[in-house]
């Protein structure tokens, strides 16, 4: 069978992945989020659902100000809850915790510490002994190759390679899910490419669980297991895919058929949404 015959047509605007028996790592359940602003009520998130099972890679697009990055921020505990609820592994989401870890667009170093005190970091506040600590920072150096570097400080580092690094700490962290929000988004294009195979590389062997907001649908079909569409605000669920492509991925994997027709239908569905946005954000 041809990838491309695997893609499932999506004739509802929902194609499901297959529902599993077990308990999902994540569950959000009625999610709602209102923001007052001058007297304004912006609904960023209204009733939205979703679960996730343990060890998959799930991106979310979705037009600008549909709640991507509102929801990601309620889940890592940075943003109260109006309603619904959301748990990890079982366990309710009230708080920031070290069950999940967040990667922004900025890289958020401490500039007073080298590479290699930067990724020690979380270590430290799990008060890791010392030996532990360097051999495991310098793994996750060594996973992003940054061995070279790892006794520079944050202001002799590229973009790139302070990404990097902050990836690194994350995953020193090691939390039961990755929260990433545009993390290549500040990178130019050659370099967002370089991340996006080394994080698709670091995935295949750790398979965390990563949600992974990004506005780059070919970012998005190469990573991903699923992708998530967002509505336009209020954000909920336009279509949920599977990504059917074998792992490990190569950059080549964007000239396949496969990869095209993902791309053609799921550009299709967020240009409804964008245009959506736009006439509502207009009026
Ligand atoms: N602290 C806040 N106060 C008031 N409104 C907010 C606040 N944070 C977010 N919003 C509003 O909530 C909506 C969702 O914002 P959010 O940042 O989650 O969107 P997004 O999908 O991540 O957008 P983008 O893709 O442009 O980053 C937007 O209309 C935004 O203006």
């Not at 912006?42 to 100000?65: K, Q, T, Y």
């Not at 605000?233 to 949920?240: L, Q």
Request: charge should be neutral; aromatic fraction near 8%.
């Amino acid at each position: 069978m041809s990838q491309s015959a695997r893609i499932v047509p999506i004739s509802s605007g929902i194609s499901r992945p297959p529902q599993t028996t077990s308990e999902p790592l994540l569950r959000v359940e009625s999610l709602t989020k209102t923001f007052d602003r001058k007297g304004t009520r912006v609904i960023a998130l209204d009733n939205f659902n979703l679960n996730v099972d343990d060890g998959e890679f799930v991106a979310i697009v979705g037009p600008s100000g549909c709640g991507k990055s509102t929801f990601l921020h309620m889940l890592g505990g940075f943003e109260s809850v109006d309603g619904g609820t959301m748990s990890l592994n079982g366990q309710k989401v009230t708080r920031p915790g070290p069950d999940r870890g967040m990667l922004f667009q900025e890289y958020a170093l401490y500039p007073w510490r080298t590479v290699l005190g930067n990724v020690m970091w979380p270590l430290e506040v799990q008060n890791i002994p010392q030996t532990e600590r360097t051999e495991i920072a310098d793994k996750f150096i060594s996973l992003v190759g940054l061995t070279h570097f790892k006794n520079h400080y944050p202001n002799e580092l590229s973009g790139g390679m302070k990404q990097r690094v902050a990836l690194a700490r994350l995953l020193a962290l090691n939390p039961k899910i990755l929260l990433m929000d545009e993390p290549f988004g500040a990178l130019d294009a050659q370099n967002r490419e370089l991340l996006q195979e080394e994080l698709e590389r670091i995935w295949d062997t750790s398979r965390k669980t990563v949600l992974f907001v990004t506005h780059d649908i070919d970012e998005a079909i190469y990573l991903a297991d699923r992708i998530i569409v967002f509505t336009a605000r209020p954000g909920r669920i336009k279509a949920d895919i599977r990504i059917d492509l074998a792992r490990p991925r190569a950059m080549e994997i964007k000239k396949s058929p496969a990869y095209t027709e993902y791309r053609n239908h799921i550009w299709d569905l967020l240009r409804e949404e964008v245009l959506r946005a736009r006439e509502e954000y207009a009026s």
